[in-house]
Nanobody, 126 residues
Framework: QVHLWESGGGLVQAGGSLRLSCATSGFRFDSYAMAWFRQAPGKEREGVVCISYSGYTTPYEDSLKGRLTVSRERAKKTVYLQLDNLQPEDSAVYYC???????????????????WGPGTKVTVSS
């Protein structure tokens, strides 16, 4: 059974950074792509970035390009999302998701996901 759980969220001032983690279990970590999503209050969930089984990244959210770094650590079966120069509009609950295939899709709606974490809340104050 797929289990994902995010951590690392919190309150940060504008311009600050956070490193989110997504610990995983219940599946062969090396064989699947992983994605990050976020959902702000009153808005739909949106894709942020995907990292393939081999570490190739596909960014989805234009506003975060240049301000995020995604990585994965095989030994810990964990995916990381480094967010820099955070702005108030980045405030949201951030979720990680397991992709049903090894490679990322060109856009987040072109692939299915079979596991989600409960999310970690990021709040950016101005």
């Amino acid at each position: 059974q797929v289990h994902l759980w995010e951590s690392g969220g919190g309150l940060v001032q504008a311009g600050g950074s956070l490193r989110l983690s997504c610990a995983t279990s219940g599946f062969r970590f090396d064989s699947y792509a992983m994605a990050w999503f976020r959902q702000a209050p009153g808005k739909e969930r949106e894709g942020v970035v995907c990292i393939s089984y081999s570490g190739y990244t596909t960014p989805y959210e234009d506003s975060l390009k240049g301000r995020l770094t995604v990585s994965r650590e095989r030994a810990k079966k964990t995916v990381y999302l480094q967010l820099d120069n955070l702005q108030p509009e980045d405030s949201a609950v951030y979720y990680c998701a397991k992709v049903v295939q090894a490679e990322c899709a060109r856009t987040p709606d072109l692939v299915e996901y079979d596991g989600w974490g409960p999310g970690t809340k990021v709040t950016v104050s101005s």
